[in-house]
């Protein structure tokens, strides 16, 4: 088999694994409006020459239910997307941000993400009944709330929510065909922290896992899963049988975003593997750039891996430098003990907007 035709044989065997893929999990109910709100958000930004960049933030659940009680998710707050897209509006770009549903939206980030406060601390109660902002706070809060104001009214953030795996995979396929008319100017900045293995819709259960036999003898009883799932409570333990997620992300490239750049997340915890899987994800998906974190520092580091350049690290300056850890991960003992002052994404997001003027400029070039 030539080399072609073999390309030509996996690209069909993925177009049919998508087939089977979204014709059998069912798509989330609003997916229509969000559809509609996106084309318009799109054609407007396409009209005025804007870049968008589709943001993906926060985590996805995966039921175990079909009338979900119980899920599996992740520790995702959606930090990094949240933060990333007031980054990329300050620089021009129109936001599609597609988020886990009440993960921490751009700007209302700033007073929603304390471990102790809730956003009514920040309030206080002024003569006459009515509601103030405490002082010493008054001042950042009003800088967020007129950049917000200016963002909302200037039409530049449309705000979308998802919760489980399968909401987010149609979501990301609607949304990036949406982005074709953009061309090179459409920026996929893909946040989210997806579940790598889910339960099948036809092998999910109906209701409830119950966690005894007691409902075995009520009559009338449905089967606890799908025909042929069997008992996932067996001898009191919940044995849970998962799918891998499809794999996706190739797609973005081969069809439903081919014009545009691509740019996705590498998050591990091994430090000694990350740059080799984040260069292998890039070989297999063939996206333009993946940003390798490790869990444990990737408030103060990131490394760029993309094709045919070096992989490059951007850390938060700090006062002393980072000496002799050019070109490797940071280790534990050598973070400061507090967060940094600065936001990683101030340095993170100029650098991909360089990295997508050049793919702007290349594809002109065509």
């Keep these: 088999m030539t080399s072609t035709a073999a390309a030509a044989t996996a690209s ?11 014709s059998t999990n069912p798509p989330p109910r609003n997916l229509d409006v969000h559809i509609a709100q996106a084309k318009a958000f799109v054609d407007t930004h396409a009209a005025a020459k804007r870049p968008v960049v589709l943001i993906t933030s926060g985590g996805t659940t ?19 997307g949240a933060t990333s897209a007031e980054y990329f509006l300050e620089a021009g770009y129109a936001v599609i941000f597609l988020h886990r549903e009440f993960s921490l939206l751009p700007y209302s980030r700033h007073f929603s993400h304390a471990a102790t406060d809730s956003f009514l601390d920040f309030l206080v ?15 950042s809060m009003l800088a967020v709330l007129r950049k917000y104001r200016a963002v909302r ?36 900045y893909l946040a989210a ?6 339960v099948p819709h036809d092998r999910m259960a109906e209701h409830k896992i119950q966690s005894t036999d007691a409902v075995k003898s009520a009559p009338g009883t449905s089967k606890p899963a799908a025909e042929g799932a069997g008992d996932p409570t067996q001898a009191k333990r919940l044995v849970i049988d998962l799918d891998p ?34 260069r292998y994800s890039l070989d297999r998906y063939q996206h333009h750039l993946v940003i390798g974190n490790l869990l444990s520092t990737r408030k103060w580091e ?23 850890a050019e070109g490797r991960p940071l280790r534990a003992d050598e973070l400061p003990k507090e967060d940094p002052e600065s936001e990683i994404e101030s340095l993170i997001i100029p650098a991909v907007q360089e990295l997508h003027e050049a793919h702007i400029k290349n594809f002109q070039k065509r």
Excluded: C
């Excluded at 039409?155 to 609607?174: G, K, M, Q, S, W």
């Design 12 to 22: 069909s065997s993925i177009q049919e694994e998508e087939h089977a893929y979204f």
């Design 62 to 80: 995966v039921p175990l239910e079909k009338q979900t009680v119980r899920f599996i998710d992740n520790f995702s707050a959606g930090t990094r």
């Design 125 to 139: 109660e002024t003569p006459g009944a009515g509601v103030g902002v405490r002082p010493d706070v008054e001042k």
């Design 153 to 188: 009214d200037a039409n530049l953030l449309l705000v979308l929510p998802f919760v489980t795996i399968d909401d987010y995979l149609h979501e990301l396929r609607a949304m990036s065909n949406l982005m074709r008319p953009l061309g090179p100017s459409g920026l996929l």
């Design 193 to 198: 922290a997806v579940s790598d293995f889910f």
């Design 245 to 278: 997620v499809p794999k996706f992300l190739k797609r973005l490239v081969d069809g439903w975003a081919s014009d545009s750049m691509i740019v996705s997340y590498k998050l591990e915890t091994d430090p000694s593997i990350l740059v080799h899987k984040a």
């Design 302 to 324: 990131v490394v760029f891996v993309s094709p045919g350049r070096e992989d490059h690290w951007l850390r938060v300056p700090r006062t002393s430098g980072w000496g002799e």
